[in-house]
């Protein structure tokens, strides 16, 4: 070994005897019963009787500076945790992961986030849709009020009827009603919806108990 590595090592060796020198003068006096207390091993040393006023304040000041600086970065970090939490009970595909890491929390957000922006707009461009849809079914029957009619033909006693009326959600039923109303037996019947929402109700019926079919037309051409 050359004289450099001998140094060296000297060096080690007498590092080491001073850490050994400390550590037993802090530990000397330890019993069952008695444990240093925290202040201690202070990173701040107590000042001494010989050092001046100004001195010893700006020592306390720094300590409780450091004290303080250390239980904001404890509360910053507690809150970045519980942020971090909140976010992976928010985002599915991170619901059901035991302890992911921050980098996935973060990456599995941001896609969750362009998701919903994603549906978002497709909503809304089906909601437009369904309003154009609705405007032009409003328009088409607007056009169509002026075309209801009942004509009526008899043949060997039995009564063709030939009902245009403009189509809406339960129309059907309303006419089967009246029919019922004065006891007509419908032998066949037929029901066509144009392009344009136009209703065409053709039946075969035959009338009983001396009803009319004018009363059977007044009564459909009012629905």
């Not at 070994?1 to 000297?10: I, S, V, Y």
């Not at 033909?153 to 009827?161: E, N, Q, Y």
Request: aromatic share 8%.
């Amino acid at each position: 070994m050359g004289n450099r590595g001998k140094g060296q090592l000297a060096k080690q060796e007498s590092e080491e005897d001073e850490i050994k020198r400390l550590f037993l003068g802090i530990m000397e006096g330890y019993n069952d019963t008695l444990i240093p207390p925290l202040s201690y091993f202070s990173p701040f040393p107590e000042t001494s009787n010989t050092e001046n006023g100004s001195n010893s304040r700006k020592r306390q000041k720094n300590k409780a500076s450091w004290a303080e600086n250390l239980l904001k970065e404890r509360k910053r970090r507690a809150q970045m945790s519980d942020n971090f939490s909140v976010l992976q009970s928010m985002v599915p595909t991170l619901y059901n992961t035991f302890k992911p890491p921050k980098e996935k929390i973060i990456e599995d957000t941001i896609n969750y986030i362009k998701y919903l922006e994603e549906e978002k707009e497709r909503l809304e461009g089906l909601k437009k849709f369904h309003l154009k849809e609705a405007k032009m079914a409003k328009h088409v029957l607007f056009k169509c009020t002026n075309q209801s009619s009942v004509k009526v033909k008899v043949s060997d006693g039995a009564t063709f009827l030939e009902i245009q009326l403009p189509f809406r959600r339960g129309s059907v039923a309303e006419i089967v009603e009246v029919l019922q109303k004065h006891r007509a037996e419908v032998l066949e019947a037929r029901i066509c919806v144009n392009d344009q929402w136009l209703l065409t109700f053709t039946a075969t019926i035959m009338l009983h108990g001396g009803t009319t079919v004018d009363k059977i037309r007044e009564e459909i051409l009012s629905l």
